[in-house]
């Protein structure tokens, strides 16, 4: 993929868009996860160096296309502010003459970071207007926001026609990582897919069921893939739409050669509660009235067998309800058992990223994506709006 590098560019003295994806969570108005900040600081930091002056665009959760406080950008501006040691100022406004004012009072080196991008509307309709407002902050684009680059919004698409437009370092790492991953994987590749929903997941399989050598099943998706094949499964999580389509990918993959595992047995209980009865049963073992929390120790076992043979392991979504500790030895037992091999590691998606961060071994993955979304989209073959938009047509 031909992206645009920033490494041999002139920036000194040039006003640079730098969409970033600042989206961190927020409680008390407080930061309490920088990681995705943390991310992006060797593009800010390559930038500062070259005497960039740089104006920082991201978005905070879901504002609904108004100003409201709940996702303010300040705390992150606080939290942002203590990781660099450039001088960092803060813009009330995305657009309009007094955003502008300050991107152009900016000195070589320093920093403007705006307010939350989704404060307008405008921002994820890629309206033309407010891409002509955003460009008229700077003299160049760069998007370093992987995690939206499958939206075409206006600061992730549409001002990358306006303006000189690259790629930042770790939009580059990522589709490094990510293609290489799809198109050259040293074998055995070993896929672990997990999270709730199968509905969320199953472009990502289908497109995974031809090209990995074992694909380990977990979390409350598993329980659609047992239904399919007359396993019962009391009251645990089931889409039905979502039941014929799981057994014929099981039944591909057999076909494919490929080792499809799912659970041999669980951890369930009474109810959805932290303080709920449990019990550890075998996969015919899930009582009526009864739900699956977590994969049992035979398939933790099972799957740390296949993670240990490994080369090559990519990992999204948690195997069981890991936000109660009761119901978190599946995922944290994985995420140790990915940790230790020697394996080319890739970790993508929220929990399965608290997951090794919780477990301490997140320095030992050897790439953690901060796509989510974008992540799958790519996985699942889909044409990225944020990147195709860099991409450097051939002469």
């Known amino acids: 993929m031909n992206l645009p590098k920033i490494e041999s560019e002139n920036f000194k003295g040039k006003r640079v868009f730098l969409r970033v994806d600042f989206n961190v969570p927020v409680e008390n108005g407080k930061t309490t996860d920088t990681t995705r900040i ?22 905070l959760g879901r504002p609904k296309g108004k100003p409201d406080p709940e996702f303010t950008m300040r705390p992150v501006f ?10 960092v100022l803060f813009s009330e406004n995305v657009i309009g003459p007094k955003a502008v004012a300050l991107s152009k009072e900016l000195k070589d080196g320093e920093i403007l970071l705006l307010e939350n991008l989704r404060y307008h509307k405008e921002e994820e309709e890629n309206e033309k207007g407010f891409c002509k407002k955003l460009a ?41 990582m ?12 070993v896929a672990i897919v997990g999270g709730s929903k199968v509905s969320s997941k199953f472009a990502i399989l289908k497109n995974l069921s031809d090209k990995v050598d074992h694909l380990l099943i977990g979390g409350g998706m598993s329980y659609t893939f047992l239904k399919s094949r007359a396993v019962p499964i009391g009251n645990s999580l089931f889409e039905k739409e979502f039941e014929s389509q799981a057994f014929q990918l099981i039944d591909r993959a057999g076909v494919n050669g490929i080792d499809l595992q799912i659970p041999v047995d669980h951890v369930i ?46 990992w999204n979504g948690p195997m069981g309800v890991f936000e109660m500790d009761k119901f978190a030895k599946g995922t944290i037992e994985i995420a140790k058992a990915v940790s230790k091999s020697k394996a080319k590691t890739i970790v993508g998606g929220g929990d399965s990223i608290a997951a090794v961060n919780k477990a301490g071994v997140a320095d030992k993955i050897t790439h953690i994506s901060t796509g989510g979304g974008a992540s799958l989209e790519f996985l699942e073959g889909k044409t990225l709006p944020g990147v195709a938009c860099l991409v450097k047509k051939e002469d």
């Open 136 to 176: 008229e902050l700077a003299d160049v684009y760069i998007n370093d926001a992987f995690g939206a680059a499958h939206r075409a919004h206006a600061s992730t698409e549409g001002v990358a026609h306006l303006l000189p437009a690259f790629a930042g370092l770790l939009m580059r790492k990522e589709i490094e």
């Open 178 to 189: 990510l293609s290489g991953l799809l198109a050259r994987p040293e074998r055995p590749f």
């Open 269 to 314: 209980a009474d109810k959805f509660d932290a303080n709920a009865k449990t019990k550890n049963v075998d996969k015919m073992g899930i009582l009526d009235g009864w739900m699956a929390m977590d994969i049992g120790s035979k398939t933790i076992d099972n799957y740390i067998k296949v993670i240990k043979d490994a080369k090559t392991i990519l």
């Open 78 to 87: 606080e939290s942002f502010s203590k990781l660099t040691k450039a001088k």
């Open 38 to 59: 943390e991310k992006t600081l060797p593009t800010i930091e390559l930038l500062l160096q070259k005497g960039a002056r740089v104006i920082i665009g991201s978005h």
